[in-house]
């Protein structure tokens, strides 16, 4: 069974920085898009970054653009989102994603992506 696992979350300071990953099992991580998506508490799910196959491309929420930064290593099948500067509105649980249907980063802002993981609870308090 495919699964991704997200780990990292936790509790920071506004202004802070945190790290989150997700590590892909049972998957050819090199053939899929990967992204990160969060809800927060009342809110519906939104994209916040993807990243091609080999990392060559990217996309942002403009909410995010120039404070989060996504990564990849195939080698390890994981991806990573670096999160700098962050705000109390960044409270959310994030949702690593992946989908192979679609053939550019900013394509998975406006698909719901076929697999998921549990979720990553990240809290910025003011």
């Known amino acids: 069974q495919v699964q991704l696992v997200e780990s990292g979350g936790g509790l920071v300071q506004a202004g802070g920085s945190l790290g989150l990953s997700c590590a892909g099992s049972?998957?050819?991580?090199?053939?899929?898009?990967m992204g990160w998506f969060r809800q927060a508490p009342g809110k519906e799910r939104e994209f916040v970054a993807a990243?091609?196959?080999?990392?060559?491309?990217?996309y942002y929420a403009d909410s995010v653009k120039g404070r989060f930064a996504i990564a990849r290593d195939n080698a390890k099948n994981t991806m990573y989102l670096r999160m700098n500067s962050l705000k109390p509105e960044d409270t959310a649980v994030y949702y690593c994603?992946?989908?192979?249907?679609?053939?550019?980063?900013?394509?998975?802002?406006?698909?719901?992506?076929?697999?998921w993981g549990q979720g990553t609870q990240v809290t910025v308090s003011s």
């Open positions: 990243i091609t196959w080999s990392g060559e491309s990217t």
């Open positions: 049972r998957i050819t991580f090199s053939t899929y898009i």
């Open positions: 994603a992946a989908d192979r249907s679609i053939s550019t980063a900013q394509a998975m802002a406006v698909i719901v992506p076929r697999l």
